[in-house]
Nanobody, 122 residues
Framework: QVQVVESGGGLVQPGGSLRLSCVAS????????MDWYREAPGKQREMVAS???????NYDSSVKDRFTISRDDAKNTVFLQMNSLKPEDTAVYYC????????????????WGKGTQVTVSS
């Protein structure tokens, strides 16, 4: 009913930049929150940044002032602009959305993408 797809990952040198995109599609009535998580090798998945329907943002301290999360409501899309990348930012980045399905019941559900690889290396 709802699909979430990430894109924009790749290989960059330290200090470089990448912009990740996440598009939600399907029977969407509303999206209350979208956020980005990452999972590095040997580490648990952690939240990187989130943005609510009202526009409130939250960042992990390790990426604050370097990453910026934004959204395009008309396209059900969220972006993560990543600047000044460090090797420790290397991880698979996952998009998450809490969506209300456009059916009579209008129930909410958590939707996850399959992830996009970000590698920061010289």
């Amino acid at each position: 009913q709802v699909q979430v797809v990430e894109s924009g990952g790749g290989l960059v040198q330290p200090g470089g930049s990448l912009r990740l995109s996440c598009v939600a599609s399907g029977q969407i009535y509303a999206i209350n929150m979208m956020d980005w998580y990452r999972e590095a090798p040997g580490k648990q998945r952690e939240m990187v940044a989130s943005i609510t329907k009202a526009g409130t943002t939250n960042y992990d301290s390790s990426v604050k002032d370097r990453f910026t999360i934004s959204r395009d409501d008309a396209k059900n899309t969220v972006f993560l602009q990543m600047n000044s990348l460090k090797p420790e930012d290397t991880a698979v980045y996952y998009c998450h959305a809490y969506a209300v399905v456009d059916v009579p019941a209008h129930y909410g559900m958590n939707c996850w993408g399959k992830g996009t690889q970000v590698t920061v290396s010289s």
